[in-house]
T-cell receptor
Framework: DTEVTQTPKHLVMGMTNKKSLKCEQH?????MYWYKQKAKKPPELMFVYSYEKLSINESVPSRFSPECPNSSLLNLHLHALQPEDSALYLCASSQEGYGGGPMVGQETQYFGPGTRLLVL | AQSVSQHNHHVILSEAASLELGCNYS??????LFWYVQYPGQHLQLLLK??????LVKGIKGFEAEFIKSKFSFNLRKPSVQWSDTAEYFCAVNAGNYGGATNKLIFGTGTLLAVQP
């Protein structure tokens, strides 16, 4: 099973709302990622968790708050978003992440289908 | 800083035509190279990857890519495309983790391939 699932598939929220995106994998992977993909653009890395610890934060605004409750789950909490935050949010996972040492860059990242977010 | 360039933004081919999509990266050290594909309405999936060894790597669905270190290139090829190859193709580079938390996959801007039956 190489599946990464994401819920919800679509989300519409106002600028004052609080919502959360959820990502789940059951491949035993220890690294999980959040990417943001704007229309007609490539995915851009937001956060990396490795062994449930945040290892990379790509200077993402604090209105995005990641959480990794356990090795299978990754959440992205959203609060006070702006219309320009509307995008496809992708979750991915890989075997080891940072804990895998120099070989980590060779890992395949498995992507979920994404959550399409619209901020009004 | 690492970057990835894909010069072909849109490619239109007829079935059975040969395909070559360009990918160039800028990074002076050891890199790991990937091609991902995103079929319409589907999630990103790996086509092939290169770490070391034979610079010609074969992937799924008849795709292959050649790593040319001197040209900083990793072009994707397929001898004969099918209508089902219509998708967006992303080249990506990961410089890996050499003593720091730098496991970062950087994507090119993507190439939208349309194959006409």
């Amino acid at each position: 099973d190489t599946e990464v699932t994401q819920t919800p598939k679509h989300l519409v929220m106002g600028m004052t709302n609080k919502k959360s995106l959820k990502c789940e994998q059951h491949m035993g992977h220890r690294a999980m990622y959040w990417y943001k993909q704007k229309a007609k653009k490539p995915p851009e890395l937001m956060f990396v968790y490795s062994y449930e610890k945040l290892s990379i934060n790509e200077s993402v605004p604090s209105r995005f708050s990641p959480e990794c409750p356990n090795s299978s789950l990754l959440n992205l909490h959203l609060h006070a978003l702006q219309p320009e935050d509307s995008a496809l949010y992708l979750c991915a996972s890989s075997q080891e992440g940072y804990g895998g040492g120099p070989m980590v860059g060779q890992e395949t990242q498995y992507f979920g289908p994404g959550t399409r977010l619209l901020v009004l | 800083a690492q970057s990835v360039s894909q010069h072909n933004h849109h490619v239109i081919l007829s079935e059975a035509a040969s395909l070559e999509l360009g990918c160039n990266y800028s990074y002076g050290g050891t890199v790991n190279l990937f091609w991902y594909v995103q079929y319409p309405g589907q999630h990103l999936q790996l086509l092939l990857k290169y770490f070391s060894g034979d610079p010609l790597v074969k992937g799924i669905k008849g795709f292959e890519a050649e790593f040319i270190k001197s040209k900083f290139s990793f072009n994707l090829r397929k001898p004969s495309v099918q209508w089902s190859d219509t998708a967006e193709y992303f080249c990506a580079v990961n410089a890996g983790n050499y003593g720091g938390a730098t496991n970062k996959l950087i994507f090119g801007t993507g190439t939208l391939l349309a194959v006409q039956p």
